[in-house]
């Protein structure tokens, strides 16, 4: 029962995967060609996800379970905020094929998982409100507009990795402008005398 509990799991994440694959190259795809991807049978993507919106619902959810996992990953109680939300930045940019499709497929864009406010989310409040307290982002930022900063920049990051672009340098440019963007005023004049003082070296 356990190795078969195993097996189902498996065969359920290669769907899954092969789904965002395939989806993310064509929107129109069918069960046939993510089965074809997956390595199985068209019967088995129907025992596992009978119609379409079942299998779109499902990636949803896969989603949010990666986002919470990313999340988790990067500390965000962790060191100053602007570095805990770098992290964050750089756990996100990994999940792009995914949350690409998510952005981009008209039959997800209203999928209700979105709307509900998760624990990720609240992560992110509580870091905003960290670091105001503590000076390091800007307060007039509030933490709605910075979480739109961060999915609006790594929308950009993944469609200009898309066009061609290396994704070492795209994450840098990435988290460059996200630093820049969010800084109090405090931590841009010194980012700036620092420069400064390394152009005097």
Known sequence: MVDESRTRA???????????????????????DVAAVAGVGRTTVHRYFPERSDLL??????????????TARAKLAEGPALEAIDRLCQEYFELGDGLMLMFELPEMMNWAGWEEETEADRALTRLVERGHAEGDIDPELDAPWVQQVLWSLLYAAWSHIRDGAPKHATMA????????ALASDVDRRDGQRGVGRDLQR
């Open 57 to 70: 619902e499902a990636i949803g959810a896969d989603l949010l379970e990666k986002v919470a996992a990313a």
């Open 10 to 32: 498996r065969t359920r994440r290669a769907i899954l995967d092969a789904a965002v694959t395939v989806l993310s190259k064509d929107q129109g795809a069918s069960l046939s």
């Open 173 to 180: 440019r990435c988290l460059r402008t996200l630093r820049k």
